[in-house]
Every structure is written in structure tokens, then in C-alpha cells.
């Protein structure tokens, strides 16, 4: 919801588009825990006004989008037929209520879009049971808007043709994640003081200690090559940290600082203090990586894996960052040292690069594709 609360209401202020979004779980408006964060909390940003809305009462004992029960709203399609709506856009389908909005809309013969950022990076083609089971389900789809090349490549490979994708690449709030606001700079001057990072190179890792983003792995790496000057400096949590806490103590000589769990407000000077973002995500789990949009809006550089899912995108070696094969952490240790060691010079050119090749990556472009999508459907 932090990610696609923000563009409804652009949609809403910016387009004629007249659309109802439909929610199917509460977290992230009333305070619940995130699992894999380990962390009780809601988001500090209004994520409702500006759009029309409602929650569609979750009767799930375990509710969550950890299983395919988790998400069982079953008055959503009455709401719908209420609602009547032209078109129904679906963000995902692997839950039950998912399933229900599909086969309701079929039978109605109400056309469906479809919002998704799978890919198969790292893990090619899937099993033929599993990839006909995705090729019938794409095809109950009169569009998709498609996130990035990966994502394209993927739907692709599922028989979805060409002249049913629509780009709407993967966007944040630019306005949230700017750089020339006085209150970001003020907090990200004051928290590199405070952690002792003035003077220092810093690396950033944001997000959930977990395996699958590599925290232990960017640590390890950064310990081998890091001289007096650098900084590591983790935000967030998960199951990961007193590992991740302990590895650090065996080095007291390196200067690796960890934040606790930042909600919204908080984020913009934590990427701000950073020269650059590191996100050595492997295996299918990061489609996306929305934090390397976020940090690119504020200037920042990124150093990825060739498996995070906006690498083809937005993180081009030489370019707008680094990037390493993903289960190599020899490469990792290499391509970080020279991160580290880039001249001001070429950290100037990287920024400027990052700042123009984001500006490709906002809600403007998202609603340009979407509108594009709806265009696509054939006259009721």
C-alpha cells in the first residue's frame, strides 16, 4: 500500500480516470507485525485521502499474503457488481479473493487488467504443469501493464503477446524522495554526524534482514575490503540482525552502524546520508527492488545483483551503478571495493546519470501506460 497508495491519488488528481480501489487487508493502516521485519507498526503516511476506497471485510483466520487463504473477502464480488465497473485491474492472483474478482469478471464479461512484476531471472523457464497453468491464466487477461524488461520477458515466455503488454514501469513518490527538500537534508546532515559517518564513503542496506537479500553476504564483503574511511550503515530488521550484529563485533576497527526499522517519513535521510544502496538480493525474490527507485531519486547510486528485477532497467554498470552475479560473493567483495573506491569525480558523473535516468520512473509514465492499457479494451 506505501507504493500504490500515493499513485491512486495522483491517478485521481491528475487524469480523468473515475476507479474505486478495493482492499482486501487492513495491515499497513492499523498496526500489525510483519513477519519477516520481526517489527509491529503501521505506516506513518495518510495512505487513504485523495481516492475513493473501501475494505471489503477479511474473514480469514490467518489473514496475511503469506498463504492463498490469507486474503478470503467473500462480499468483494458483491461489491463489485455494486460498483459496476467498466474494467476490473487486479494486482496479483494468487490468493483466494484474487480468484473470486477473476472468475467473477469472466462471467460478467467485465474485461481484466493485470499488474504484476514477477520474472525469471535466475530460475528460467517453470515446470510445463506450472507454465500451462500461467498461460491459461494470462489469458483471462485483456492487458497487462508490464513493469520493466524482466517482467516483459517473463510474460512473454508465458504466450502473453506483444499487443496485450502495456509499459507502466515500477514507481514511488518523487515528491516524498527529494533531495533539495531542506527538512530531508537537515536530517540526513544530523544523522551522519550522529552515527560518525562525516568524511566517510557510506553503503546503505535497507530493508529486512533476511538471507534472501544477503545482508550477512554485503557484511562479509565489506569487512575484506573496506578502508579506515568507509561506513556500512543497515536500516531495518528481521531475523538476520543479531548475526549481522555479532559478525561486526569481531571487526571493531570497521565503522558498520545499524538503524532500527524506519518507517515512510524516516526513509528519504536515511537514503540521503548514503553514497550509494546496495541490494544483493538473489534468487526470484526480489521482482522488483522499489528501494533502488527510491534511492535514485534521491541521487544515489546502486551497487545490485544481476537477479534484482529492476537491474536491466535502472542499475547499468559504469552507468548508474554496479552490478555482480548473485551467487558469487568473490564478485561481491570486488565490485564493492570498487564502488568504494571510485573517484569524486566519477561518484559526480554516476549521480547525474541516476537523476536523469529516473525521471523516466514516475507516476506520469505509470498512468501513461495504465490509460494506454484501458484504451487497448474493446467497446462494451
Known sequence: MQYYSPWFRWLKAHTALEFRVFYLWSFGVTEQRDPQFETAFKWDVDLLAGYASEFVPNVARDPGTHRFRGLDNPALTARLAAWRPGAVLLFGYNWLSHQRALWWARLNRVPLLFRGDSHLLGRGSPPMPTRLALRLLYRQFAAITVVGTANRAYFR??????????????????????????????????????????????????????????????????????????????????PARAELEALARTRPAALVRFLPFANQSEMPARYLLADLLALPSRGCYETWGLAVNEAMHLGVPCLVSDLVG????????????????????????????????????????????????????????????LLLALASLPVR
Not at 538471507?211 to 561506513?231: C, G, N, S, T, W
Not at 535502472?314 to 552507468?319: C, N, S
Request: net charge neutral; with cysteine.
Open 157 to 238: 515466455a508465458l504466450g502473453v503477446p506483444g499487443s496485450r503488454l502495456f509499459l507502466a514501469p515500477h514507481s514511488v513518490d518523487a515528491d516524498h524522495y527529494n533531495p533539495a527538500d531542506p527538512a530531508t537534508q537537515r536530517a540526513a546532515a544530523a544523522l551522519r554526524t550522529q552515527l560518525g559517518l562525516d568524511g566517510r564513503r557510506v553503503v546503505l542496506f535497507a530493508g529486512k534482514f533476511h538471507e534472501r537479500k544477503q545482508p550477512l553476504a554485503l557484511l562479509r564483503a565489506f569487512l575484506d575490503v573496506a578502508a579506515p574511511h568507509d561506513a556500512l550503515v543497515f536500516v531495518g530488521d528481521g
Open 310 to 369: 529492476c537491474q536491466q532497467d535502472l542499475v547499468h554498470p559504469g552507468e548508474t551503478g554496479w552490478v555482480f552475479p548473485a551467487d558469487d560473493p568473490a564478485a561481491l567483495a570486488a565490485t564493492l571495493r570498487a564502488a568504494l573506491r571510485a573517484s569524486p569525480e566519477e561518484m559526480h558523473r554516476l549521480r547525474r546519470n541516476v537523476a536523469a535516468m529516473i525521471r523516466g520512473y514516475t507516476y506520469e509514465q505509470t498512468s501513461a501506460g
